[in-house]
């Protein structure tokens, strides 16, 4: 959820003129994202101010500063270019808001699930290089997924269905919600069981985006990516998760939680072209995405929140778990497709 900026116009024009020495002529809101993001025009040239939300400090943006860095001198992937302040720092702060900012680059942007089969391709090519390039790219931040599903994980989880249950009526929606948490607190147990520990203990891991998905590109007049932008969350992660969940956000054929089990081969094969999976990550692609969506109760908790999307958010909500619903049902076919390529 987007936070309120900290920034009036005026201290906003002030800011940059302190920091950057740059004179702001004019001033654009961009509404995409959950950070509060200000195209910026000047004489000389254009630019895109990002205010971060207060959850991210300058030990996460630094982060994202030096992997954009590090891939920029390691390959030829399109990234963003940073603007350094007059004290030679890539970030200021502003009443405890980090804030950066990046020459503009011209292009446009899409939503989920606007991709054709070209760009699909053209995305998993992209990820598979940043996987690549990331290869000696050392970080701290780390997710693995055995921690998705071990008794304690599991536990918790459930205890918070079960808070979200208790506290349901039975309006139409209440009882949509209803079905829905019970299917993901079944789906969840099943998963548990099905995961071999000494199997999944294989499954590749490596540094990636962290967020990788269509929403972060730019392109061009030619709908080739110009840039891919946000690494504020790059770590080390079991990349058969990125693989699936960035197929599933670009594929048009993908809409309202609907998988083109073919278009999902494709990509992962079109990925396999740069990086090597094996066959514990082709035999369990499909489940770490599943086990990962059967946790979050993301969009039903706010349900009960006084929050402005809370529409927006349940619907959210409701697609992932219809995500979760087609993906139990194909999973077993595109892991045995994957493990024939």
Same mark, same amino acid.
């Given at each position: 959820?987007? /936070?309120?900026?900290?920034?009036?116009?005026?201290?906003?024009?002030?800011?940059?003129?302190?920091?950057?020495?740059?004179?702001?002529?004019?001033?654009?809101?961009?509404?995409?994202?959950?950070?509060?993001?200000?195209?910026?025009?000047?004489? /000389?040239?254009? &630019?895109?101010?990002?205010?971060?939300?207060?959850?991210?400090?300058?030990?996460?943006?630094?982060?994202?500063?030096?992997?954009?860095?590090?891939?920029?001198?390691?390959? !030829?992937?399109?990234?963003?270019?940073?603007?350094?302040?007059?004290?030679?720092?890539?970030?200021?702060?502003?009443?405890?808001?980090?804030?950066?900012?990046?020459?503009?680059?011209?292009? !446009?942007?899409?939503?989920?699930?606007?991709?054709?089969?070209?760009?699909?391709?053209?995305?998993?090519?992209?990820?598979?290089?940043?996987?690549?390039?990331?290869?000696?790219?050392?970080?701290?931040?780390?997710?693995?997924?055995?921690?998705?599903?071990?008794?304690?994980?599991?536990?918790?989880?459930?205890?918070?269905?079960?808070?979200?249950?208790?506290?349901?009526?039975?309006?139409?929606?209440?009882?949509?919600?209803?079905?829905?948490?019970?299917?993901?607190?079944?789906?969840?147990?099943?998963?548990?069981?099905?995961?071999?520990?000494?199997?999944?203990?294989?499954? !590749?891991?490596? @540094?990636?985006?962290?967020?990788?998905?269509?929403?972060?590109?730019?392109?061009?007049?030619?709908?080739?990516?110009?840039?891919?932008?946000?690494?504020?969350?790059?770590?080390?992660?079991?990349?058969?998760?990125?693989?699936?969940?960035?197929?599933?956000?670009?594929?048009?054929?993908?809409?309202?939680?609907?998988?083109? @089990?073919?278009?999902?081969?494709?990509?992962?094969?079109?990925?396999?072209?740069?990086?090597?999976?094996?066959?514990?990550?082709?035999? &369990?692609?499909? &489940?770490?995405?599943?086990?990962?969506?059967?946790?979050?109760?993301?969009? &039903?908790?706010?349900?009960?929140?006084?929050?402005?999307?809370?529409?927006?958010?349940?619907?959210?909500?409701?697609?992932? !778990?219809?995500?979760?619903?087609?993906?139990?049902?194909?999973? /077993?076919?595109?892991?045995?497709?994957?493990?024939?390529?």
């Amino acid at each position: 959820m987007i /936070e309120e900026s900290t920034f009036s116009k005026k201290e906003l024009c002030r800011e940059v003129l302190e920091n950057f020495n740059i004179k702001v002529d004019n001033i654009e809101i961009i509404t995409n994202g959950s950070a509060n993001i200000y195209k910026l025009y000047s004489k /000389e040239d254009q &630019y895109i101010l990002k205010e971060f939300q207060s959850k991210y400090n300058e030990k996460d943006v630094l982060r994202e500063i030096n992997a954009i860095q590090y891939l920029t001198k390691k390959s !030829t992937i399109p990234l963003p270019e940073y603007v350094k302040c007059n004290n030679n720092n890539y970030y200021f702060k502003h009443k405890g808001r980090v804030v950066i900012m990046q020459r503009f680059i011209k292009g !446009t942007t899409c939503q989920k699930n606007e991709g054709n089969h070209e760009e699909l391709l053209e995305s998993a090519n992209y990820l598979g290089k940043i996987i690549k390039n990331f290869e000696e790219f050392e970080i701290e931040d780390s997710l693995n997924v055995r921690d998705w599903f071990c008794d304690e994980e599991v536990n918790r989880v459930t205890k918070k269905y079960d808070s979200i249950l208790d506290k349901l009526g039975d309006t139409d929606i209440d009882v949509k919600i209803k079905n829905d948490i019970l299917f993901k607190k079944d789906l969840l147990i099943n998963l548990k069981n099905k995961l071999e520990h000494s199997e999944v203990e294989k499954i !590749t891991h490596k @540094v990636s985006h962290g967020d990788y998905s269509c929403l972060q590109f730019i392109y061009d007049d030619n709908n080739k990516v110009r840039a891919i932008l946000d690494f504020i969350k790059v770590k080390k992660l079991p990349i058969v998760w990125e693989i699936m969940r960035s197929y599933n956000y670009i594929d048009k054929e993908a809409k309202n939680g609907k998988i083109n @089990v073919q278009n999902l081969v494709d990509y992962t094969k079109e990925i396999m072209k740069v990086i090597k999976l094996n066959k514990n990550d082709l035999k &369990y692609l499909p &489940y770490v995405y599943l086990v990962q969506l059967a946790r979050s109760t993301y969009g &039903y908790e706010e349900y009960f929140k006084d929050v402005k999307n809370k529409k927006e958010l349940l619907n959210f909500a409701f697609y992932r !778990t219809n995500i979760c619903r087609d993906l139990k049902e194909k999973a /077993e076919e595109i892991s045995n497709r994957l493990l024939n390529l």
